[in-house]
């Protein structure tokens, strides 16, 4: 049933996107904020497919963020970046340059004005992602990173990029860490499997600004880890207990 499950999860996932992404092109032509509706919609849409398709669901721990504040949040799956993009008001998301060449979706982050990182850029690359999260801090927005850069399975090592320590010591904001277990749930080859369940994500003390690059990072990552071994220990036993 998990396969049938996420099969139609599939379908619905393919259908709004195309529905949603195109029928709104439209909106480009307008004002930021007309244009984040759609990736807004877009993300709602699909969690509530995941609910009631698949009966994949979420609770949230801590408090959510509302300030214009770094957020830190350790990568598992695609999920995250859904949940994620819609729990925060209105985030500015660090992305990696590459996905301005996606269809659609580059098209839309682009007039979201989302934060794009050549990771071979180096140094030139680094001064421009802080030059533009301080624009989107200016504007109250929250800034979206993931510190690792690409997603990792639950308990694979971990790969913490320097890239959130330089960004963190140049916008003087603290940084809020975010710990989850999605990567149990949202599983399989590409991600295709969608288990029954309930994910976990928990937004986690904030790191106040101001620390030396390398006890932020340390920092940053002791207490992902830790809180993110604590969840996928607790999701583990959930999805034992069905």
């Known amino acids: 049933m998990t396969f049938l499950r996420s099969l ?14 195109v029928g709104l092109l439209p909106l480009l032509f307008f004002s930021r904020l007309v244009v984040i509706w759609a990736p807004k919609t877009w993300c709602r849409w699909n969690l509530w497919g995941l609910k009631v398709i698949t009966g994949l669901g979420y609770e949230v721990r801590g ?8 957020v830190a949040s350790k990568h598992m799956s695609m999920w995250e970046t859904l949940a994620l993009y819609h729990l925060l008001e209105d985030p500015i998301v660090v992305l990696k340059d590459t996905l301005l060449n996606v ?25 421009k992602m802080a030059a533009d999260a301080r624009a989107a801090l200016a504007g109250r927005h929250p800034i979206l990173i993931f510190p690792e ?16 320590a330089a960004l963190y010591s140049q916008i003087d904001v603290p940084c809020v860490p975010v710990a989850l277990n999605s990567g149990l749930f949202w599983t399989g080859p590409m991600g295709f499997l969608k288990k029954r369940g309930t994910i976990v994500i928990e937004f986690l003390k904030p790191i106040p600004p101001g620390l030396r690059s390398r006890d932020f990072m340390s920092t940053l990552k002791d207490v992902i880890e830790t809180a993110t071994a604590k969840l996928v220990t607790e999701g583990r036993g959930q999805l034992a207990g069905r």
């Open 63 to 70: 408090t959510i963020p509302n300030d214009a504040v770094l």
């Open 149 to 164: 850069g690409t997603r990792k399975k639950p308990e694979a090592p971990t790969d913490y990029r320097p890239g959130v």
């Open 8 to 21: 139609v999860f599939f379908l619905w996932f393919v259908g709004i996107s195309v529905v949603l992404m």
């Open 103 to 127: 269809p659609l979706y580059g098209w839309y982050a682009r007039r979201s004005k989302m934060i794009f990182v050549n990771r071979d850029g180096h140094a030139s690359a680094l001064r």
